[in-house]
């Protein structure tokens, strides 16, 4: 197994076979339980019907019957059915079936590619996308999304900061193609 973070040059693969690669040690496949608990800082799950958090406030969280739910408890139902795993280090574990079937990079693991200083040199590194989607605001082009159904990843090119804001693999929605 590779570990991605050891090897953040094959994230801009645009073929790259998940089930050779792992992140943090945890490969697609491995059962969601196995991410380190002492890592994880947020969860989302379908427990949660409501939710309260942001910059400089403490996450909470609400069942459908109104009862504040711990982070334990989403934690628990999401790594035994569906959901997301936040960890401390700007990785993200997306969880089916109490099954990791994808993960994100973000932050400053990202900052292997700082080198790249507009969206044509990221096209050169990372290669032509089999789709691309703009997303705009208000008229202005805030960010390219990637997809490499080849490697089944989502790359977000912010085209304000001229950076690579994010990557994800596997089951994400429009990794695999239309």
Known sequence: MIEILDNLDLLSRPHLDLTTVAMNGIAVGAPATSVPR??????????VTRYRGG???????????GRRLTLDEVVDHAALSDGFLYCTDKLTYKVQGGTVVGFAVYGPHLSHFAHLASYQEFLTAFGTPDRVHENEAYGDLMA??????????????????NRVSLINFGG????SGP
Do not use: L, Q
């Open 38 to 47: 002492g890592s994880i800082v947020e969860a989302k799950s379908s427990i």
């Open 55 to 65: 910059t400089n406030i403490d996450s909470e969280y609400y069942a459908a019957d």
């Open 144 to 161: 390219y999304d990637a997809y490499y159904w080849g490697a089944k990843k989502h790359v977000k090119w912010d085209a304000w900061d």
């Open 172 to 175: 994400f929605e429009g990794n």
